[in-house]
């Protein structure tokens, strides 16, 4: 607090003010540090236990829950898997929605309608998207194989089924981007454009120009929730991939992983350990995007 | 090529593009709806393909989805956790986001560092804590249990300091130099200029809860105190391979919503679309 | 102005939770009840409605697939809030019973003149009793048995199989089918890694193998007989299946009712979807094949193998209605209840000599094929220990690379009663 400020209130003012603030934090933060700040802490001192069956019992086993995770094979398949499925699933949905954007961002007719349906797997159920989906790419009975008179295992060849799941990814946040893309693009004021027509930049090249620079924070933004959400993916590969399927090693990613562990096989110390880890590996890399932000991010 | 012409031809090839894209879109909607008219054997008869269902259309699948389910009360209970979600998340997100927005005070800093750490963390690993707090206080099954993760949202704070600090000074300096506490200050004056942040916030809280899967898997375990998206991953387990049946009772789910939605189409989108501005 | 904000949040709050409570005090008069099978809700629900006429409870059922059921069970047993009656399975019972977590019955059988336990499946008493406990009654006994679409055989000219067929039989008759049908992309047969009870099991058993010692210490998938009927498994039966991916797509049942397979073998607890099928005419029964050791061209004692196993009515230890639930598990589980249960085409009964009517509960759809191996074939309860759970699901995952290619079979095998016998170990 400055000198300034200090002089402009007299102290029992400022006094009155801290407690109001203080008053208006208060659920807030009492309800973060039982909701979240103390589950952290827990869930660290459970990844150092071995936890006994319903989770009665559990004895302190020190580091060797991390110890079977350095050892573990699943893990680095399901950090592969993750972070395949982040890079396709993020970057073809941004380029997609990308290119959306700037054709619906003019006045034309359906602008709505259009925008209304790319819009609609955001207000679905997950578990309505993995069933109609899982269905669709049924080998026998798809709508998939039958449309393209194919007989490919989409759901069941490791291949393809963790492209199938990115696809099922994009297609669900394909318009969530778009739309924001497109709040940003309406952003940008008209006369930017006219200013680059008379020197000559249109079309493409405009777009790199003016465009991308100018939407970069609204772009920063989806980017770098895009990245967190697809690293915690979970429901997806879960409903669509069968588990009696080999494809399912292919997809299995570290939140599936520790799922499986904490809740399917009653060990959740391990599962814990998995948590932690992740929790690591999802703070290096936003710590590294926001590295970059100052790069190419120009806010006004 | 005339220039008229040139866009016409441009703006004929753009409608073409987002037809194909939204026909893509839809495709399993219809599909969805499709399945659910049919029989069983319908569904897996490879020669002849179905598309349609052959002779009549079959609504038995969704009676028979609707009394194995009971429907009433998870529709009930979707919209009460979600109600309850969004004035919880609202009214506690309005008041720390003006104080941490607006307001000075010791240890201002660290407080907010709570907050930001929250936002940072996978929410995965809140679950079995606060799992293990409900159960060890015998409120499994409750609506509190699903509302319990909800009372406070670390992300509505986020938005809501930045949506107080982009208003101006002059408004409130006014108000205080007439004598309004700061708490009148807050809920007449400052609270409903950001109308825009709150409609988003709403947005994202009931679309979070309608959508949850998980969490409402783990504390609710009873039908009749689960949720819409929980009932419905159990679904697939129950009706096996009946596609007709799963695809009835996946429309009954995200049916409730999708009329909402339609209805208030351009307040859904246009408050997704303002908290990317804000953040 | 202050007041009035905290006062707001406040009884939000407070409505959050007195809405909540509500559903935990309307439970007294309410029964609730946790299965895994869909086909056998509305049976169930039959004989449950009867009894609540009588006693004045509601029961109000829920049902999962097996996956979700046991997530959910356990963590239900976890946070202390479990379904009242629940079915108790051989995979699980034995951590369920150690961890106290299910209701001592000693007393009320005691007390309650329909159940004796000397009249019930021996093999299934035993499963659910610890150290003279008893914590499940049985429900159901099941056996296996083979499954055939007419439509598919008549189609390609093959003969019906009967009861008198041997392994061999059945993989070739699958083969023909196959040969038959590779144009129309039918199969033969289908046999998935997870098909264990009601699959490759019975073969192990047929051919002398065994899954688990009698001891339960040690496993049995490192044994001569199991690599070979595994062997056997791979050579003759997978050829003539669907590609492993196909099966991971869909169940086996799905495949015989669209008639994409010609051959299967299902337990009992499956027969009501079979009938309820539209094309229900076009799938007849018949005994499960034995295997011909001494080749002496007929079957005879121990050649013919069916797993089978019986699940259990279990109450919650800390179950705020034990009266009243057990009232509801003895009205499903006496002589009248477990007569009812076969009528209804439910399952076969737990208590012996009440499975009869089952086998015409379909009308047309003849079931004896099921009863017929209780007489003539060696009935194996379906291997179990503590955490048969966990080596259970490895043996649906570790086998998958087997399916795909069956030169594995061996080593996969090996590998299995390695990392098996390490469960065990931890038992």
């Known amino acids: 607090m400055n000198q300034k400020k200090k002089r402009m209130f007299s102290t029992t003012r400022q006094k009155k003010v801290a407690q109001t603030a203080y008053l208006m934090v208060a659920p807030t933060i009492i309800g973060l540090l039982i909701l979240n700040f103390y589950p952290i802490i827990q869930t660290f001192w459970l990844s150092f236990c071995k936890t006994g069956d319903f989770g009665l019992n559990n004895t302190f086993i020190g580091l060797k829950n991390y110890v079977d995770l350095f050892k573990d094979p699943e893990i680095p398949q399901a950090l592969i898997n993750t972070f395949r499925y982040a890079a396709v699933q993020v970057t073809v949905s941004i380029a997609l929605s990308l290119v959306l954007a700037v054709l619906v961002n003019r006045k034309m007719k359906g602008v709505t309608i259009y925008r209304t349906i790319y819009f609609l797997p955001m207000i679905c159920a997950p578990a309505a998207i993995a069933m109609v989906w899982r269905w669709m790419f049924n080998q026998d009975f798809g709508i998939l194989n039958k449309m393209f008179g194919t007989n490919i295992s989409w759901t069941t060849d490791p291949k393809i089924a963790w492209l199938c799941v990115a696809v099922v990814g994009i297609w669900s946040s394909l318009g969530y981007n778009m739309v924001l893309l497109l709040g940003g693009l309406q952003d940008i004021p008209k006369d930017y454009y006219e200013a680059a027509e008379i020197d000559g930049a249109t079309g493409i090249n405009a777009f790199f120009h003016i465009t991308i620079p100018l939407l970069s924070p609204t772009l920063f933004f989806i980017i770098q929730t895009g990245i967190i959400g697809a690293l915690q993916l979970f429901d997806l590969p879960y409903m669509i991939i069968d588990e009696s399927s080999r494809a399912v090693r292919s997809v299995k990613s570290v939140t599936y992983l520790f799922y499986q562990h904490s809740f399917e096989k009653g060990q959740r110390g391990y599962g814990s350990a998995i948590v932690i880890f992740m929790m690591v590996v999802i703070s290096i890399i936003t710590y590294f995007i926001q590295k970059t932000e100052k790069k190419w991010v120009h806010y006004n | 090529m005339g220039y008229t012409a040139k866009r016409r031809l441009n703006s004929t090839v753009i409608h073409v593009f987002l037809i194909l894209g939204a026909i893509a879109m839809l495709i399993p909607f219809v599909w969805m709806v499709l399945t659910a008219f049919k029989t069983k054997s319908q569904a897996i008869s490879v020669d002849p393909f179905y598309i349609f269902p052959a002779g009549k259309w079959h609504f038995e699948n969704f009676s028979e989805v609707w009394n194995s389910y009971n429907f009433m009360t998870l529709y009930a209970n979707t919209l009460i956790v979600m109600v309850l979600r969004v004035v919880c998340a609202v009214l506690t997100a309005t008041m720390a986001g003006y104080a941490f927005g607006r307001l000075e005070f010791p240890g201002k800093g660290i407080l907010f560092s709570i907050v930001l750490i929250q936002m940072m963390v996978p929410s995965q690993i809140f679950i079995i804590p606060q799992y293990l707090m409900i159960s060890k206080a015998h409120l499994l099954n409750t609506k509190f249990a699903l509302v319990f993760p909800g009372i406070v949202t670390a992300f509505g704070t986020y938005l809501f300091k930045q949506s107080f600090q982009s208003l101006p000074k002059e408004l409130e300096e006014a108000a205080e130099i007439d004598g309004c506490t700061v708490w009148q200050r807050f809920a007449f004056i400052m609270m409903p200029l950001t109308r825009s942040a709150i409609v988003s916030l709403g947005i994202f809280t009931a679309l979070f809860a309608y959508k949850d899967m998980m969490w409402p898997m783990i504390v609710a375990n009873k039908p009749a105190a689960t949720t819409l998206s929980a009932a419905l991953a159990k679904l697939q387990g129950q009706f096996g391979s009946n596609y007709p049946q799963i695809m009835a009772g996946a429309l009954m789910a995200i049916l409730p919503m999708l009329i909402l939605y339609l209805i208030f189409q351009k307040q859904f989108i246009e408050g997704i679309a303002s908290s990317g501005t804000k953040l | ?416 009663a390695e990392s098996m016998n390490s469960i065990l170990a931890e038992e």
């Open chain 3, 1 to 416: 102005m202050k007041r009035r904000v905290m006062v707001l949040t406040c009884s939000a709050m407070a409505a959050a939770a007195i809405m909540g409570g509500s559903t935990m005090v309307s439970a007294a008069d309410t029964v609730s009840v946790a299965i895994w099978d869909n086909n056998q809700l509305s049976g169930l629900q039959e004989i449950a409605n009867e009894w609540s006429e009588e006693s004045g409870v509601d029961v109000e059922f829920q049902v999962m697939d097996w996956t979700t059921y046991w997530t959910m069970l356990e963590a239900g047993a976890s946070g202390g809030e479990m379904p009242d009656v629940f079915w108790m399975h051989s995979a699980n019972a034995q951590k369920y019973m150690d961890a106290g977590l299910l209701l001592d019955m000693n007393s009320y059988i005691e007390e309650d003149d329909a159940i004796d336990l000397e009249n019930y499946f021996p093999g299934i008493v035993e499963l659910y009793s610890q150290d003279g406990v008893q914590y499940a009654i049985p429900k159901d006994h099941d056996t296996i048995a083979a499954v055939y679409n007419k439509a598919v055989f008549d189609k390609y000219g093959i003969d019906y199989p009967t009861d008198d067929w041997t392994w061999e039989d059945f993989a070739s008759i699958a083969q023909q089918i196959a040969d038959a049908g590779a144009d129309d992309g039918v199969y033969g047969t289908y046999m998935n890694t997870g098909s264990n009870q009601s699959g490759w099991y019975n073969i192990i058993y047929a051919m002398g193998g065994e899954i688990i010692s009698e001891d339960k210490k040690s496993s049995g998938m490192d044994k001569e007989e199991t690599i070979a009927a595994m062997n056997f498994v791979g050579e003759k039966i997978l050829p003539a299946c669907p590609s492993q991916d196909s099966m991971a797509n869909t169940p086996g049942d799905t495949m015989l009712m669209s008639g994409k397979i010609g051959l299967y073998l299902d337990g009992s607890w499956m027969a009501k979807s079979y009938y309820d099928a539209d094309n229900a005419a076009d799938f007849a029964w018949v005994e499960i094949p034995y295997y011909d050791a001494n080749e002496n061209g007929q079957c005879d004692e121990g050649e013919r193998a069916s797993i089978y196993n019986g699940l259990g009515w279990s109450i919650a230890a800390n179950s705020s209605v034990p009266d009243e639930a057990w009232s509801l598990i003895s009205a499903f589980s006496d002589e009248a209840g477990q007569l009812r249960q076969s009528e209804l085409g439910v399952t076969m009964s737990g208590y012996i000599g009440c499975s009869e009517p089952f086998a015409n509960a379909f009308g047309d759809m003849d079931l004896s094929a099921f009863t017929k191996v209780e007489e003539d074939g060696r009935l194996v309860f379906r291997p179990y220990s503590k955490y048969s759970a966990r080596w259970e699901d490895d043996f649906t995952q570790k086998f998958i690379d087997a399916w795909n290619d069956p030169s594995l079979m061996e080593d996969t095998c090996l590998e299995l």
